[in-house]
């Protein structure tokens, strides 16, 4: 008997988001038209909210239960599906836009900031409405989640209260009438629903944005997100608008590959969005001024530099080409990248660990591999070669210790 309510909910919620029952439907639905629903639809993509409530183990849309792994532990995204019971079927309008805007649940309690509200409150009403006329037409789904799994104190949400009075500062996007359409619809698309920071902004210990240090790359999950800049060393200074868009679109470029949660990003969203959103975000990032680095690189004499260059000659040379640019839309540009230079090795000591996969996208079908070589090399070997990559072809970042090396294996081996 449940498994039939449940169908006939689902065909009274499509239903009702045709405009089937008439002028008299009750449905939140039943009063929005296909466009509405549309742009909903379209800006779940965007905001990539799939990305966290659909678990890939059970594949049932917005259903909820997927953990995210966070720096305080582990939260479940919860059930977005119109279910009333054990989704968002009994709120209304103006509670899921108090969640999505504001981090405030319908009972009062805060909600923890891995659902990015700081972000999303930079939404207008209407598109978060919208949203929530997509959601009402997806199949509902009976999944009660826990989501909170957070240890002692942090499964206090009273805390939220401080974190919010440092951290989030509510309202609306306003648009700078000294900037162009494009870049003020790539500044929403960025620090809105797309909520990039949220990835590549550092964070204070609290785990809120350094908006100091906005876009300049962040560890967590064990990649590191890179800097987004125009530093032309360790950010995108050396992309064109147009290898951005590309690199958006079809998780390929000249310079780089998306792979670990970027490739996730692009199979998701960005590789869905309109060109014409693509193209606003790239001129909005590529008018963010970086902080070049006054580094020198090591000399190549360094016995370690030394090391790394023997190593990479036999191991890497051949798919990367010895000058490190590799094969353009196919084997990653490491003389021109981004994460072979950035603050931290975090991402590039875990792909000679265990290798990566890069995404596939329809416009770039072949998804290249790199194979791991943890089980050769020992945790000196791959300190040598990593610091030999970021201090070669024009890049210059601080050497990596073999303890480093050390951690993540150990790291990786818990995962």
């Known amino acids: 008997m449940p498994e039939r309510r449940r169908k006939l909910a689902t065909v009274l919620a499509i239903a009702a988001a045709v405009g089937g ?3 008299h439907a009750h449905s939140a639905s ?7 629903i549309e742009r909903g639809r379209y800006l779940t993509v965007i905001a990539d909210c799939g990305a966290c409530h659909t678990d890939p183990v059970q594949d049932r849309p917005f259903a909820g239960g997927r953990p995210i792994e966070t720096p305080f532990g582990m939260v479940v995204a919860p059930n977005i599906t119109p279910d009333r019971d054990t989704g968002i079927g009994g709120l209304s309008d103006a509670q899921f836009e108090a969640v999505v805007r504001e981090g ?8 923890y ?3 990015p509200y700081p972000y999303y409150t930079r939404m207008s009403r209407a598109d978060v409405l919208a949203i929530r006329a997509y959601l009402n037409t997806v199949a509902p789904v009976h999944h009660e989640v ?4 957070l240890p002692f104190p942090f499964n206090i949400r009273a805390s939220l209260a401080l974190w919010n009075a440092l951290y989030f500062t509510p309202g609306q996007f306003k648009p700078d009438p000294a900037q162009s359409p494009a870049w003020n619809r790539g500044a929403y698309l960025v620090e809105g629903p797309g909520h990039c920071g949220a990835c590549h902004t550092p964070k204070s210990k609290l785990g809120g944005d350094d908006h100091e240090r906005a876009l300049r790359g962040y560890s967590l999950q064990g990649w590191f997100a890179p800097d987004l800049t125009q530093d032309a060393h360790r950010g995108l200074g050396r992309w064109s608008a147009n290898d951005l868009v590309e690199y958006l679109k079809k998780g390929h470029n000249q310079f780089a590959a998306a792979s670990g949660p970027m490739a996730e990003e692009v199979a998701d969203s960005s590789s869905r969005m309109s060109d014409a959103d693509l193209a606003a975000i790239a001129a909005y990032l590529k008018s963010q001024p970086g902080a070049t680095p006054g580094r020198s690189p090591l000399p190549a004499a360094d016995p370690v530099m030394a090391a790394g260059a023997a190593i990479y000659d036999d191991l890497c040379s051949a798919c990367h080409r010895p000058d490190g640019t590799g094969v353009p839309y196919l084997i990653p540009n490491l003389a021109a990248s981004a994460s072979v230079a950035s603050s931290e090795p975090t991402t590039l000591i875990r792909v000679v660990l265990e290798g990566a996969d890069s995404v596939s ?5 072949t998804a290249p591999s790199m194979p791991a070589f943890g089980w050769q090399l020992s945790d000196v070997q791959v300190a040598a070669v990593t610091t030999y990559i970021r201090n070669s072809w024009d890049h210059a970042a601080p050497a990596v210790s073999a303890g480093a090396v050390r951690e993540a294996r150990k790291q990786l081996s818990a995962d």
């Open 104 to 111: 405030k649940m319908p009972d009062g309690k805060n909600v």
């Open 361 to 365: 996208t329809r416009e770039e079908p």
């Open 21 to 23: 029952l008439g002028t």
């Open 146 to 149: 826990v989501s909170d799994q």
């Open 113 to 115: 900031p891995a659902m």
């Open 30 to 36: 039943s009063a929005q038209d296909f466009g509405q």
